[in-house]
């Protein structure tokens, strides 16, 4: 996909996780101001995207049409606005003959549908799987279906960020990079950390091939899901891991830190699910994180691979207890690495510098085993809730001026890239030690949470394979 969109994740909200089809004008409105008061627009979220449940059927000409009682002023009203506030909006159909909702869907209809979200402003198009009619069980099959709308967007002219939501059927990380800007890799998210359903039917997460995803899936279960193939994410085209859960309830904070942070380090896209309108200020201070938004937008576009993983540590109540270690290296030579535990309590870990530079050469071959690294906390800098609060419940006006007074970062003046180049100590975190040459970086994590850093070389940063394609690449 060359549209010259998606050159990091996208990032937005959608409201389908907590909304469903609870949609209207008021809505789109509300939310996009909100996403204006509490600053996060301007930490990344600039997508509205529109989901299920906003249309009323086909006219004689086989176009879509809107729902006036839910969109009395129409879309091209909603996204004026939208644009008017310095954001983009988007919309959802189905490559089915319905959605999943059961309202029509654009199969069959993509140039008519296509013209409708061009001719409406539309920037994003989440495009999901259900009542395909039969034409899946293959690559070529499932290729060909949603290839054909790819097709109709780009005959518009106008560009429209493409999202595929095929549930990670069909292999579809191995040919979704060719026609799409992300796509789904797994079964519908579950706002719980480690629990396990029946309806996410991969009985072994592990297993990157799944005939029927379904839903509730864990975040575990879809981070393991995708821990085999999570480098080929690329600017340009993403591993989307479905949408943020932070903010609904059914995590604790040590969880939902855990999830965010996991998200930005594989470099899925980050779709704000919360209703803003009841956001927690405890979910804010996950959301707003520039340090670890930085590793999400880092422009090399280099997700962060499974380096080590460990099993059967200290089971939950659902039967899961693992730890994980993630690293990845970010454009200016630095390196992210993040401790998961996923088991029933807090744990010491441990990872050392051959084990964290393994992509760069075994056995601390590698240059970068031979540094001293310097390490960040990437939740050091954390907003504090009552700060949060204090932002909720101001006015608009109000909370731009305490969100200035904090020096909060804002990607909207400085970009992340930019902000990256000029050395921005807010997108680093805060240092707390350092790790010597062949040595160890240690930490503890707490159940069910992360421990995440940015490493820096005290030696200046060594050289690396290329830092904007995969190495296979």
Request: aromatic share 10%; glycine share 10%; net charge negative.
């Amino acid at each position: 996909m060359n549209n010259g969109l998606a050159r990091t994740p996208q990032m937005g909200w959608n409201n389908w996780n907590s909304l469903g089809c609870d949609v209207s004008e008021e809505l789109l409105l509300d939310t996009s101001a909100k996403l204006v008061h509490f600053g996060l627009r301007d930490v990344g979220y600039n997508y509205v995207v529109l989901d299920d449940c906003w249309s009323r059927g086909r006219n004689e000409e086989g176009f879509l049409v809107v729902d006036a009682k839910k969109f009395p002023r129409g879309m091209n009203f909603i996204s004026d606005y939208i644009h008017d506030m310095g954001m983009l909006y988007g919309m959802y159909s189905s490559a089915g003959e319905m959605t999943c909702a059961r309202y029509p869907g654009s199969l069959d209809y993509e140039k008519n549908d296509a013209k409708s979200f061009a001719s409406w402003g539309v920037d994003y198009l989440k495009y999901d799987n259900c009542f395909n009619m039969g034409r899946f069980g293959t690559p070529g099959t499932s290729y060909a279906r949603y290839d054909a709308m790819s097709k109709a967007l780009n005959s518009t002219g106008r560009p429209m960020l493409y999202s595929l939501c095929n549930w990670g059927e069909d292999y579809v990380h191995t040919w979704g990079m060719s026609i799409a800007n992300s796509w789904r890799m797994s079964g519908d998210i579950y706002d719980s950390f480690t629990r396990p359903d029946a309806l996410c039917s991969c009985d072994d997460p592990r297993d990157p091939i799944c005939v029927a995803p379904g839903s509730r899936c864990s975040v575990l279960n879809i981070l393991n899901k995708v821990a085999p193939y999570a480098a080929i994410g690329h600017p340009g085209g993403w591993n989307d891991l479905d949408m943020l859960e932070v903010g609904l309830g059914g995590m604790t904070d040590d969880e939902y830190k855990a999830h965010f942070t996991m998200w930005a380090v594989v470099k899925s896209p980050l779709l704000i699910g919360a209703d803003l309108r009841k956001l927690p200020p405890l979910a804010l201070t996950i959301l707003n994180n520039p340090a670890v938004i930085a590793i999400n937008q880092d422009p090399a576009g280099r997700p962060a691979t499974r380096v080590s993983v460990e099993y059967n540590v200290k089971k939950d109540k659902y039967g899961v207890g693992e730890t994980q270690v993630w690293s990845g290296p970010l454009a200016n030579g630095d390196q992210v690495v993040v401790f998961l535990n996923a088991a029933d309590e807090d744990l010491d870990m441990r990872a050392g510098l051959d084990e964290i530079f393994v992509a760069e050469g075994p056995e601390c071959s590698a240059e970068h085993c031979q540094q001293s690294w310097i390490v960040y906390d990437l939740w050091g800098g954390r907003m504090k809730e009552n700060i949060a609060k204090k932002i909720v419940d101001a006015s608009q006006e109000k909370a731009a001026k305490e969100l200035k007074h904090l020096k909060w970062y804002n990607s909207t003046e400085l970009s992340y890239k930019e902000g990256l180049d000029n050395e921005d100590e807010r997108l680093f975190g805060v240092e707390i030690g350092t790790v010597k040459a062949k040595g160890i970086l240690k930490a503890k994590v707490p159940k069910h949470g992360v421990a995440a850093f940015r490493l820096r070389s005290r030696d200046g940063a060594p050289k690396r394979y290329s830092t904007t394609t995969n190495d296979e690449l």
